[in-house]
């Protein structure tokens, strides 16, 4: 299965581009992200219906944290995909734009696939580079300046991050000399040989390098360009999927901490980063005018806040398991229907969209049901990520940071629910509003993802259950 999931996309990649035929492009872009679906809950329901390749074996696997993050990417690139036929209608794509988009996408999925079933730590960074360089090709896609200077800054941001990551993995090397591996079994088995010092010198290399990617404050710079201008379904793939592969990278290497009882310096580091990422995106969020950027600043303050998760010890780590899959459905669902707010208004600026709910009845609710999402209202299951962290504080004996906690995120909920408010139901009445309703596909990935999150927030499956509780396990 894992042989599927690492060289098809590859495959369909190179039949698309060969092809050149918008019926085959169109079908592998829908077909890949189901097989995906598939193999997934293969995996999860502990099949394995192929046999691999021993060294496939040694180098990649499925385990229960690397299988929650492989559904949640499964089902919000199926979402993107779908909207992606939207997107290809709407900007008269050609058939080599629709083909290119595509095999990229694929090669940026395969990438992703890399990092998430990785077993050993050197190679995980080589499929979180291969990630850099693929997501920066679709980011820019409609070839325009601006997207040309994000793209760039993407790439020149993330590449120092994870060039100091892989720094961060030399040093942790020179701390494990006794047993010369860095196979992640080994680095946990053998975790009380690593040299203490040695070992935080290297976390703090690797929380900055794959902080970078994962976009956290004060290494985020690269963020809110890149999603204010990628084509919508791949803004959706950055912020739901992208950005929780480098974040499992950080888990697997907190878990090592753990394992070798120096968490308490690496949860100070993780708390602090948590804070300031919600801070910063608190200050920003109060003064944005690019609604785009402003769901970027979101991505931010969530990372944060699984950053906190994880500091937090088991209520904490089984809490951020929850808001990882909140926040990648939620902020799908608003990614891809910002593309249609894009579509109607032709801006991307706060103060020119208004009247939504008349122009589009359907996408206007869309946004606000997504914005209650994101936000932790209920049903929806970020209420319950969030009231499990207030408890996790206290449970942690730090229940003064609940505090600024809620303070924070009260800040940034009055924000983003200005802005969403006023788009939706503010009103400029020298202007006509003609209502106009979009293709299916502009809808259907959205209410695919929330009622998933309805369904999570209102009665969650047993199932989904065990699986976010066997994932929250991996942290000891």
């Given at each position: 299965?894992?042989?599927?999931?690492?060289?098809?996309?590859?495959?369909?990649?190179?039949?698309?581009?060969?092809?050149?035929?918008?019926?085959?492009?169109?079908?592998?872009?829908?077909?890949?992200?189901?097989?995906?679906?598939?193999?997934?809950?293969?995996?999860?329901?502990?099949?394995?219906?192929?046999?691999?390749?021993?060294?496939?074996?040694?180098?990649?696997?499925?385990?229960?944290?690397?299988?929650?993050?492989?559904?949640?990417?499964?089902?919000?690139?199926?979402?993107?995909?779908?909207?992606?036929?939207?997107?290809?209608?709407?900007?008269?794509?050609?058939?080599?734009?629709?083909?290119?988009?595509?095999?990229?996408?694929?090669?940026?999925?395969?990438?992703?696939?890399?990092?998430?079933?990785?077993?050993?730590?050197?190679?995980?960074?080589?499929?979180?580079?291969?990630?850099?360089?693929?997501?920066?090709?679709?980011?820019?896609?409609?070839?325009?300046?601006?997207?040309?200077?994000?793209?760039?800054?993407?790439?020149?941001?993330?590449?120092?991050?994870?060039?100091?990551?892989?720094?961060?993995?030399?040093?942790?090397?020179?701390?494990?000399?006794?047993?010369?591996?860095?196979?992640?079994?080994?680095?946990?088995?053998?975790?009380?040989?690593?040299?203490?010092?040695?070992?935080?010198?290297?976390?703090?290399?690797?929380?900055?390098?794959?902080?970078?990617?994962?976009?956290?404050?004060?290494?985020?710079?690269?963020?809110?360009?890149?999603?204010?201008?990628?084509?919508?379904?791949?803004?959706?793939?950055?912020?739901?999927?992208?950005?929780?592969?480098?974040?499992?990278?950080?888990?697997?290497?907190?878990?090592?901490?753990?394992?070798?009882?120096?968490?308490?310096?690496?949860?100070?580091?993780?708390?602090?980063?948590?804070?300031?990422?919600?801070?910063?995106?608190?200050?920003?969020?109060?003064?944005?005018?690019?609604?785009?950027?402003?769901?970027?600043?979101?991505?931010?303050?969530?990372?944060?806040?699984?950053?906190?998760?994880?500091?937090?010890?088991?209520?904490?780590?089984?809490?951020?398991?929850?808001?990882?899959?909140?926040?990648?459905?939620?902020?799908?669902?608003?990614?891809?229907?910002?593309?249609?707010?894009?579509?109607?208004?032709?801006?991307?600026?706060?103060?020119?969209?208004?009247?939504?709910?008349?122009?589009?009845?359907?996408?206007?609710?869309?946004?606000?049901?997504?914005?209650?999402?994101?936000?932790?209202?209920?049903?929806?299951?970020?209420?319950?990520?969030?009231?499990?962290?207030?408890?996790?504080?206290?449970?942690?004996?730090?229940?003064?940071?609940?505090?600024?906690?809620?303070?924070?995120?009260?800040?940034?909920?009055?924000?983003?629910?200005?802005?969403?408010?006023?788009?939706?139901?503010?009103?400029?009445?020298?202007?006509?509003?003609?209502?106009?309703?979009?293709?299916?596909?502009?809808?259907?990935g959205q209410v695919l993802m929330l009622l998933l999150l309805i369904a999570i927030g209102t009665n969650?499956?047993?199932?989904?259950?065990?699986?976010?509780?066997?994932?929250?396990?991996?942290?000891?």
């Open positions: 299965m894992i042989f599927i999931l690492l060289f098809l996309p590859v495959l369909l990649g190179a039949i698309v581009l060969l092809s050149k035929s918008r019926i085959i492009t169109r079908t592998s872009l829908i077909l890949l992200p189901m097989v995906y679906i598939a193999v997934t809950i293969s995996a999860w329901s502990g099949l394995n219906w192929i046999i691999l390749p021993g060294w496939l074996n040694i180098f990649f696997k499925f385990d229960p944290i690397g299988i929650l993050f492989l559904a949640v990417m499964s089902v919000v690139f199926l979402a993107s995909s779908i909207y992606s036929i939207f997107y290809f209608d709407e900007h008269n794509c050609s058939v080599q734009q629709e083909a290119v988009y595509t095999a990229t996408m694929f090669l940026f999925v395969a990438a992703m696939t890399g990092v998430l079933l990785s077993t050993h730590l050197a190679l995980m960074w080589v499929f979180v580079e291969a990630t850099t360089l693929t997501s920066a090709l679709l980011i820019y896609f409609e070839k325009k300046k601006s997207s040309l200077e994000a793209a760039w800054k993407y790439i020149y941001i993330c590449s120092i991050g994870i060039t100091l990551a892989f720094v961060g993995i030399i040093i942790l090397s020179i701390g494990s000399r006794s047993f010369n591996s860095l196979f992640f079994s080994d680095l946990y088995s053998h975790s009380s040989e690593i040299n203490p010092f040695w070992l935080q010198i290297s976390f703090a290399f690797i929380l900055v390098g794959f902080g970078t990617k994962v976009g956290v404050a004060p290494i985020h710079a690269w963020l809110p360009d890149a999603h204010s201008e990628a084509p919508s379904p791949v803004s959706a793939m950055l912020s739901g999927t992208l950005l929780n592969t480098a974040f499992l990278g950080l888990i697997r290497v907190q878990e090592i901490m753990i394992d070798a009882h120096r968490e308490e310096f690496s949860n100070f580091l993780l708390l602090v980063t948590g804070f300031l990422s919600l801070l910063i995106s608190a200050v920003f969020m109060l003064q944005i005018k690019n609604y785009k950027r402003m769901l970027a600043y979101s991505s931010i303050e969530n990372m944060g806040i699984l950053f906190i998760g994880i500091a937090l010890g088991k209520p904490g780590i089984f809490a951020a398991m929850i808001l990882l899959a909140a926040h990648s459905f939620s902020k799908t669902s608003l990614f891809l229907t910002s593309g249609n707010i894009l579509h109607h208004f032709k801006t991307k600026k706060i103060e020119s969209v208004h009247s939504l709910l008349k122009r589009d009845s359907i996408t206007g609710w869309i946004w606000i049901i997504s914005l209650l999402s994101i936000s932790g209202i209920p049903p929806f299951p970020a209420f319950i990520a969030k009231f499990l962290i207030a408890k996790a504080f206290f449970a942690a004996g730090l229940g003064w940071l609940s505090i600024p906690f809620f303070i924070l995120l009260a800040v940034i909920i009055y924000g983003m629910g200005n802005a969403v408010f006023k788009m939706s139901f503010g009103e400029n009445k020298s202007e006509i509003i003609e209502s106009k309703r979009l293709n299916f596909s502009a809808y259907t969650i499956p047993e199932t989904v259950l065990n699986l976010l509780k066997n994932a929250a396990s991996f942290l000891n």
